[in-house]
């Protein structure tokens, strides 16, 4: 194999690169969309369906949705390979998008085709993942970890093609993947155009250190948010909003508890229930006020 000519930091697997040493180029498939269903139709959509006439999905737009084409040709959901979704979209939107979210499957070896009973349960059902929905969100392929990386690749230049000068793309990964991908939206979208990675908290429901004396990883506590721009120069607005509680009154307007015991009434801020009862102790309950005053006060 010819010497590849590198020139920067970049992750690199087999498969990436043809036998002459150039990068693979990322398929560009355009394919004409077709209609399926349309919710609250237009009357002149209608009369169309009834003389045989099949629009295309580029075709929905009336002038009445939006001052342009990119203004009203929204609300739509399109099912396929997001690979020849987005290579069809290319002709009308490369360039034009403000803001891309994807959720990519995290690469964690899962299979989540299941079997299922019905009935009874003398019949049991297998449901297998379509050609589109193993690419969309099983975690296992051929080639492991090779597969995903040129996956994830070819899909993230097609984003980046679509993405406008002043947008922004938002990934959704898992720790695990983070490292890699980092380096492919680097090598795609530019490591001036990393803006942050945000971390999101994960509920643990299954904590297996409360099981077993021995472990072999902890639970994985947080997703991760990879956040790019197309130009380092791009401006958002502020995210920060201000904080409002869903219970303005406190918590101690909650303290209360509709339970009868005798035992849990006492004086507590100047206030003794005549039914009911606090809902802690009266010692806890005192040092949850001292520790207030001293450190909130």
């Known amino acids: 194999m010819p010497k590849i000519d590198v020139t920067k930091i970049e992750l690199v697997w087999p ?12 398929p560009r498939v355009n394919l004409p969309f077709q209609i399926i269903e349309t919710v609250n139709e237009s009357r002149a959509t209608r009369e169309a369906k009834k003389g045989g ?27 396929g390979d997001n690979l020849l979704v987005m290579g069809s979209l290319l002709e009308k939107f490369a360039g034009k998008v403000d803001l891309i979210y994807i959720d990519p499957p ?21 449901k297998e993942a379509s050609v589109v929905e193993e690419k969309a969100y099983r975690d296992t392929w051929g080639r ?29 990964v898992a720790p695990n993947v983070t490292p890699h991908l980092r380096l492919i939206l680097d090598e795609i979208f530019g490591i001036e155009n990393f803006r942050n990675e945000i971390v999101i908290h994960r509920p643990i429901t299954k904590n297996l250190q409360r099981q077993f004396k021995v ?9 991760v948010l990879l956040w790019y721009s197309t130009q380092p120069g791009t401006r958002v607005s502020n995210l920060l909003v201000p904080y409002e509680t869903s219970s303005p009154e406190g918590y101690w307007h909650r303290f209360w508890s509709g339970a009868d015991r005798p035992s849990m009434r006492y004086e507590l801020l100047s206030e003794t229930p005549t039914h009911g009862q606090w809902k802690w102790e009266k010692r806890r309950a005192l040092r949850a006020v001292e520790n207030y005053n001293k450190y909130c006060a």
């Open 106 to 126: 995290f690469a964690t070896g899962a299979d989540f085709s299941f079997t299922t009973e019905i009935g009874d349960g003398s019949i049991r059902l297998d």
């Open 53 to 79: 006439v099949q629009a295309s999905l580029f075709d929905v737009y009336e002038g009445n949705e939006g001052d342009t084409f990119e203004e009203g040709w929204k609300n739509k959901l399109i099912w």
């Open 15 to 26: 498969g990436k690169y043809n036998e002459d040493g150039t990068l693979k180029e990322v």
């Open 215 to 223: 472990i072999t990883a902890l639970p994985q506590g947080h997703d």
């Open 144 to 172: 492991g970890l090779i597969s995903y990386m040129q996956m994830m690749r070819e899909r993230l230049t097609l984003i980046r093609s679509l993405i406008s000068q002043e947008g922004h793309l938002v990934v959704h």
